[in-house]
């Protein structure tokens, strides 16, 4: 059994940061990339950013220079450093994986929220 643990989200000002971290749980699996999205009220789950197991990363447009993703590959672990906040980063968080454990799949974690607000 594979699980994602997801931290770190929290309620925050305008231009203020967190730090997300996602643990991949289980033994006998292999990680082939993380990822964060989000989901705003009334709007589709969108791609934050991603980091293969071999550091390769890529990120939203909404959030490149503010963002950064990066990984653990020792503890399975995956962060978002969030920089420079918006409202409009405010939403759900979920951290994905893309992991092989009997078969390849992705896997979700049960999501963290972001509020950013004076």
């Known amino acids: 059994q594979v699980q994602l643990v997801e931290s770190g989200g929290g309620l925050v000002q305008p231009g203020g940061s967190l730090r997300l971290s996602c643990a991949a749980s289980?033994?006998?699996?292999?990680?082939?990339?993380m990822g964060w999205y989000r989901q705003a009220p009334g709007k589709q789950r969108e791609l934050v950013a991603i980091?293969?197991?071999?550091?390769?990363?890529g990120y939203a447009d909404s959030v490149k220079g503010r963002f950064t993703i990066s990984s653990d590959n020792a503890k399975n672990t995956v962060y978002l450093q969030m920089n420079s906040l918006k409202p409009e980063d405010t939403a759900v968080y979920y951290c994905n994986a893309d992991i092989l454990f009997v078969r390849r799949q992705n896997y979700w974690g049960q999501g963290t929220q972001v509020t950013v607000s004076a």
């Open positions: 980091i293969s197991s071999g550091g390769r990363t």
């Open positions: 289980g033994s006998g699996f292999s990680i082939f990339g």
